[in-house]
């Protein structure tokens, strides 16, 4: 049974950093960000994948890093330079296919999101 515990969300003043965990219970070959506004639908921020295949999404690209590691059940989003449209509920999420983040719906194993709210 796959479970995904996101962890790191807060709040922060625009400009800042943040730094965001995702701890899975089994191994998959991608897993990727993804982040929901209020009233707005979920997008896909960033992903990577067990041959080292890593993208982001143009919005964050420079200023957001997705990275894995702990033999690959961890994820990590590091965030710098946010933005008060970064303010969402951000997701991590885990599948056995080889896509990215622009493909959420191949991703069938989700967390249950952590807040990150960015003040200006």
């Known amino acids: 049974q796959m479970q995904l515990a996101e962890s790191g969300g807060g709040s922060v003043q625009a400009g800042g950093s943040l730094r965001l965990s995702c701890a899975a219970s089994?191994?998959?070959?991608?897993m990727g960000w993804f982040r929901q506004a209020p009233g707005k639908e979920r997008e896909g921020v960033a992903s990577i994948c067990s041959d080292g295949r890593i993208r982001h999404a143009d919005s964050v690209k420079g200023r957001f890093t997705i990275s894995r590691d702990n033999a690959k059940i961890i994820l990590l989003l590091q965030m710098n330079s946010l933005k008060p449209e970064d303010t969402a509920m951000y997701y991590c999420?885990?599948?056995?296919?080889?896509?990215?983040?622009?493909?959420?719906?191949?991703?069938?194993?989700w967390g249950q999101g952590t807040q990150v709210t960015v003040s200006s």
């Open positions: 999420a885990a599948t056995s296919n080889y896509v990215d983040y622009r493909r959420q719906a191949d991703f069938p194993y």
């Open positions: 089994l191994n998959s070959y991608c």
